[in-house]
């Protein structure tokens, strides 16, 4: 990894996931229930629940005006990110309501934001498993004689066409996933990572390589090679958890395992969790590739909404798209709820992870080494771990 110092203009990437917008979201019902979802109109009153607030509810998902607040707040805060990241998840967690449309339409809804709030500057999507109706279900596309999911990967390539070109339109159209070369020595890859969804039924009779989605991955990092490009995975369910098929999980690290020279990162959410994922070498136990797995903008589960921005090499002619460091702001719910809601949002700089965690740098070794350092030493555990869920109550 090149020295912080040795590398002048570092480019900045925003990361946004699992934003789960709840547009039906409404003040004054109740906060707490026992559905999966509350802040939702006429749900039955419980007995010990307070009135949902106007920002949000850590057992509710984000309110569109926060959404909003959110995406305005970070535009004036980084007016120099060069290209967002959304890895999926947009729709809330009120499944028993949804549909088709009524997903589509927060997909818009975000886009929409997405496009006021960041004109001039790339949005690349990945598809989350609650943007299909029912939730979590994704036939293979290849297969003819089951159901279709054309109605969002057509729609995905339609909402994002502000910034997707036609190939990239043509590929996220047929199955929900993309190559883009963002830099000259870069390329984007997006996984549809619900080929190996463990929730995705219709991968039971053969959960081998849905779509043959590995197969294109091998094909797209062969031309990489080729070209002398570097390499950025970004995609919705992290492989190697339980979320990820373990068959999937285990050819996808070869994969990274074969490829690691031109793979600098990899991007994730789904957990909602502030966390990160080393994958080591098969036969030498070297760290070998980092995984970053950000957390969510909704404070479903009991945490503080977040968001990542990440410093990467990528503005030299010779660089090497390296993760250089990366920074991460949280909104502390609780206090913004006590503020009129007419108040700026304004998220805080929670940590960065060079000066935080002491790291040298955002190699995989070094952070193979702060592994160590969380099994031995229980305070860096317990600041890692309420970092986890930026503080909120999940953390308590």
Not at 231 to 250: D, E, N, Q, R
Request: hydrophobic share 35%; with cysteine.
């Amino acid at each position: 990894t090149p020295p912080w110092d040795s590398v002048m203009h570092k480019t900045k990437v925003l990361h946004l996931s699992d934003l789960h917008v709840q547009l039906n979201y409404s003040v004054g019902s109740p906060s707490v229930c026992h559905y999966p979802l509350c802040c939702t109109p006429g749900l039955p009153l419980h007995p010990h629940s307070p009135p949902a607030r106007y920002w949000g509810e850590y057992a509710c998902d984000l309110p569109p005006w926060t959404l909003e607040a959110t995406l305005s707040n970070i535009a004036q805060t980084h007016p120099d990110i060069e290209y967002v990241l959304l890895t999926g998840d947009l729709p809330a967690h009120d499944v028993w309501l949804q549909s088709e449309d009524s997903n589509l339409h927060v997909i818009q809804v975000v886009a929409a934001a997405l496009r006021k709030h960041f004109p001039n500057v790339p949005v690349l999507p990945a598809i989350g498993n609650h943007e299909s109706f029912p939730v979590n279900m994704f036939p293979d596309p290849t297969l003819s004689d089951e159901e279709s999911s054309s109605w969002l990967y057509s729609s995905m390539a339609k909402y994002f066409s502000h910034w997707l070109p036609e190939e990239q339109k043509k590929t996220m159209a047929k199955a929900g996933y993309f190559s883009y070369k963002v830099k000259p020595s870069l390329t984007i890859i997006s996984l549809n990572s619900n080929f190996c969804n463990n929730l995705n039924l219709w991968l039971l009779p053969s959960p081998a390589d849905p779509a043959s989605h590995l197969a294109w991955l091998v094909e797209e990092l062969l031309i990489a090679e080729k070209s002398r490009s570097m390499v950025h995975i970004i995609s919705h369910i992290p492989p190697g958890t339980s979320s990820c098929l373990g068959a999937w999980s285990h050819q996808y690290s070869r994969i990274i395992e074969r490829f690691s020279s031109i793979i600098t990162a990899q991007f994730f959410g789904h957990s909602h969790w502030d966390e990160f994922s080393v994958l080591f070498n098969s036969s030498t136990r070297q760290p070998i590739s980092m995984a970053y797995i950000t957390p969510s903008l909704t404070p479903h589960d009991g945490l503080n909404p977040a968001y990542r921005v990440y410093y990467t090499d990528s503005s030299r002619d010779n660089s090497t798209h390296l993760v250089l460091d990366h920074a991460t702001y949280s909104l502390d719910l609780e206090m913004v709820n006590t503020l009129p809601s007419n108040t700026t949002l304004s998220y805080t700089l929670e940590y960065t992870a060079r000066d935080s965690l002491g790291m040298q740098d955002l190699s995989p070794e070094s952070w193979g080494g702060f592994v160590q350092r969380l099994v031995r030493d229980e305070e860096a555990w317990d600041i890692f771990y309420r970092r986890y869920s930026r503080g909120g109550p999940h953390a308590r």
